[in-house]
């Protein structure tokens, strides 16, 4: 049993859960201030279009990593994580988003360009696995989820060496991922929405 979230078992995502951990991706993230930047309109409807856009991400790079939280036989929590030199989507898997920002008009796809171009220019040069996007399903938060996720995450960032790098821009947020090894480098301005850019040094 974990002592942060008990009966909680982090595994890889199976293929037939992409639609599910996609929906959970846009529940969790519909109440982010750069989402409704980006989405405005009602929560639901953020969270609809998030999990269009979350759908064609985990359809992407085989190279992604993908882990879910399962408590109870439901998925309560996706964290995605990509190695090192393959954080940025590229060829297919960048004209798939793309398209897909495309088919939400022109006000949103602009924003949402804006936005992914505004976090790729902060990517660090070194070597790093980039962690994002991360949701606790939004009814569960405040459990010790996150927590178990992160534990689990950094754990291998320290068994390989390697540095951690992340974005978000929920200001509680910086606090949590500080307690776990991260530090801001750099924070922006995005849409009106302050933005923090987090870095962990390699064990």
Request: aromatic share 6%; charged share 20%; hydrophobic share 40%.
């Amino acid at each position: 049993m974990n002592r942060h979230a008990p009966y909680l078992h982090i595994r890889p995502l199976e293929p037939s859960e992409a639609g599910a951990a996609a929906a959970l991706l846009g529940r969790g993230m519909a109440d982010n201030p750069i989402n409704i930047a980006v989405y405005g309109g009602e929560e639901a409807h953020r969270a609809r279009t998030h999990e269009r856009l979350m759908r064609v991400l985990l359809s992407g790079s085989p190279s992604m990593r993908v882990e879910v939280a399962e408590q109870n036989g439901l998925l309560v929590a996706v964290a995605v994580s990509t190695p090192p030199g393959r954080c940025q989507p590229r060829g297919a898997d960048r004209i798939r988003l793309l398209g897909r920002a495309m088919t939400f008009g022109p006000r949103v796809a602009t924003r949402l360009l804006s936005w992914s171009g505004a976090w790729a220019a902060q990517d660090i040069a070194e070597p790093h696995v980039h962690l994002g996007p991360v949701s606790v399903d939004r009814h569960l938060r405040g459990q010790g989820i996150g927590t178990v996720l992160m534990l689990r995450h950094v754990a291998g960032l320290d068994s390989v060496g390697v540095a951690g790098y992340l974005e978000t821009d929920r200001p509680e947020a910086v606090a949590f991922y500080r307690r776990h090894g991260y530090a801001v480098i750099d924070r922006r301005q995005i849409l009106g929405v302050p933005n923090w850019f987090l870095r962990r040094p390699p064990a």
